[in-house]
């Protein structure tokens, strides 16, 4: 609890430190490559025949993903704290490689906890963490996934805390991480607000973004919340079916719970033990979801809706033919719902669609989805 | 009725040193936790801390936590466990049980129903590793309305916080010996005397301390500068090791122990 309340002094004093923060944009703009192209997607507009779809390109950061920027924020908070040892947990391990890589970059000792179910799935970024200088933990407790690699992370914290931030990588976990990882993904809707300003002179009718955590939907809503016209919509991996019970559904198939240190909605059973959650993306199969989704939930001002497996490795290829732009395989369930939405809509309504990272990782993967034997 | 008091309190009223065995409940099976509660009553033992198993047990090491594995997938509900505490209760269980379990566990039960139906099976207070002392006012509440009180934790990082944690503690305050998770430990090299002066000096309440003892040398040295040692892996591994026959190894151990702490 300690350690908590020393973070959230400390970020207290620095998110509006001026040193503080012309390090992170310096970082941000030089290091990770932002801002990110708000890219309209012509072919796919075109095919869809409805809204116009535009797609924020995290996936052309540095490391090929939206985690570079809590990553940065946060190790760079954590150097200012006087720490000198990052850990992180990682589920598809696009987490672990930005903080191993930003942990390089800053002189920073680093070890990521890994179920090893994931690090099986995805064994060419557990070597790149290696490549990067960082130790890799596999994690056998519970499911082998991404809920026992943030326990493990935990665990690990309660026993050195004070060389060691918890470099945690979603908008979960005890306050303040929910808030602090909010705030340094912010930067996905402050761009694309301004981009879709420019390129089109008003807001967007809807924003599509991935929800397993909740890390890059909270930072691509942020800045629409307040504008009320704008629809936000979390796609949350469904598995096989919200109606089965391999599914990583939060909001609808789960109830409120109290786990890792927040409230939110958690899968689980009458007894109040988390249940093991399922989906083809090691990057969305968590138990809960982030605080203040369920917040965004309750409230009305977001939906939240489920893509099945099936329906995102649809969209993994749809996209990486129309735009000839291979996606995460968890981004492809924002980029499946918007396939659905856009033939709903007008010619003149606009989506926008988060592309939290980029495909490579998941190639491997979708082969053998489809049957095909391919080596990492 | 018994009360967490009480087994800090001696015969002639003044306090006494206190053993506090935990077990898991239904690790390797309920009969064996209900026998193993009689035996360590038989032993000496003036708590007993009951652990609730837990899918996600984070403040536990790897013992405990292969020990909430094994009893969950021996199909273990709270429901089970508030029956077999009825049953024990019946059988001439009368020391002071306390449940140790995670916040989702009493949460996703229903905190009212839960602390309701603990009361009812002769439970009297709650430790909750996952909720901290600044929110603990919607557990603690509910547990209250029931008869029931909530433990509070402090660890070598707790600080300036102790004091306040302290002064509104029930029960006893548990003090964890370091940091970490649970698990035997060969050296202990918290001051552990500073952190229960500093429990004194805002409240008489009782401090146990727990994490990392197996030895009576230790608990008997955590005894002498606190009211009582709490054991939990040690006695998880005897389970671990000896299965359905657990119940004599532990009776041995739990005797030793209580020795220990009773002569420090």
């Known amino acids: ?376 | 009725m018994t009360s967490i008091k009480d087994a800090f309190t001696a015969a002639d009223g003044s306090r006494k040193k206190a053993f506090v065995p935990f077990i898991t409940c239904g690790d390797s099976s309920l009969d064996v936790t209900e026998e193993a509660l009689l035996a360590m009553q038989r032993a000496g033992a003036d708590l007993i801390e009951l652990g609730i198993p837990f899918s996600d047990p984070t403040a536990e090491g790897p013992v405990i936590q292969e020990a909430n594995i094994r009893a969950l997938s021996g199909g273990v509900t709270t429901d089970s466990i508030f029956a077999m505490v009825e049953r024990v209760r019946g059988r001439g269980l009368t020391v002071p049980l306390v449940f140790m379990t995670y916040a989702n566990v009493v949460f996703g039960y229903g905190t009212e129903r839960f602390a309701a139906n603990a009361a009812k099976a002769g439970v009297q207070g709650v430790i909750l590793p996952d909720v901290p002392f600044e929110e603990k006012a919607e557990f603690s509440e509910p547990l209250a309305a029931e008869g029931l009180e909530l433990v509070s934790l402090i660890a070598p990082t707790s600080h300036e916080r102790v004091r306040s944690i302290a002064r509104e503690a029930q029960g006893f305050v548990y003090c964890v010996s370091s940091l970490g998770v649970t698990g035997v430990r060969s050296k202990i090299t918290t001051d552990i005397a500073g952190m229960v002066e500093l429990v004194r000096e805002a409240s008489s309440i009782p401090v146990a301390v727990g994490f990392g003892i197996s030895t009576p040398e230790q608990a008997a040295r955590m005894a002498a500068v606190s009211d009582g040692a709490i054991v939990g892996s040690a006695i998880v591994r005897i389970v671990a090791e000896h299965g359905e026959g657990c119940v004599p190894y532990v009776e041995e151990y739990v005797r030793s122990m209580a020795e220990a702490v009773h002569s420090a």
């Open chain 1, 1 to 376: 609890m300690n350690a908590v309340i020393e973070l959230e002094e400390a970020y207290d004093r620095y998110k509006d430190d001026p040193t503080f923060n012309a390090e992170l944009t310096d970082l941000l703009n030089n290091y990770a490559n932002r801002p990110s192209l708000l890219y309209f997607a012509k072919n796919m507009t075109r095919d869809l025949g409805g809204a116009k779809v535009y797609l924020k390109r995290e996936d052309l950061n540095h490391t090929g993903a939206h985690k570079i920027n809590n990553a940065l924020g946060q190790a760079l908070l954590a150097k200012y704290m006087g720490k000198t040892r990052l850990i992180a947990e990682t589920g598809a391990g696009q987490h672990g490689v930005a903080t191993a890589t930003v942990a390089a970059l800053l002189g920073m000792e680093c070890v990521v906890y890994m179920g090893v179910k994931d690090m099986e799935r995805q064994a060419l970024n557990v070597y790149r963490m290696r490549l990067l200088g960082a130790e890799v933990r596999g994690v056998s407790s519970g499911t082998g996934t991404l809920k026992d690699a943030v326990s493990e992370a935990m665990r690990e914290w309660t026993s050195r805390i004070d060389d060691t931030h918890y470099l945690i990588g979603s908008t979960m976990g005890p306050h303040p991480f929910p808030m602090i990882v909010r705030d340094f993904q912010a930067v996905i809707s402050r761009e694309a607000r301004a981009q879709i300003l420019e390129a089109e002179g008003r807001l967007p009718d809807a924003v599509i973004a991935c929800v397993g955590g909740g890390s890059n939907a909270m930072g691509s809503f942020y800045h629409f919340i307040p504008d009320e016209d704008v629809r936000l919509i979390g796609c949350e991996a469904a598995g096989r079916g919200i109606d089965t019970k391999e599914t990583a559904a939060t909001i609808e198939t789960g109830r409120v719970g109290i786990f890792h240190g927040m409230k939110s909605y958690f899968c689980q059973d009458e007894y109040g033990q988390i249940a093991p959650v399922y989906s083809i993306s090691a990057g969305l199969d968590y138990p809960g979801v982030g605080p203040e989704h369920a917040m965004l939930h309750d409230t009305g001002r977001a939906e939240y809706v489920g893509i099945t497996d099936d329906e995102a490795v649809d969209a993994f290829e749809y996209l990486s033919r129309q735009e000839g732009v291979i996606p995460a395989i968890e981004s492809a369930h924002a980029v499946a719902y918007a396939m659905k939405l856009a033939p709903t809509m007008d010619k003149d309504q606009i989506i926008i669609v988060t592309l939290s990272g980029r495909g490579d990782k998941d190639v491997a993967a979708i082969a053998r989805y489809r049957g095909e034997d391919l080596h990492d």
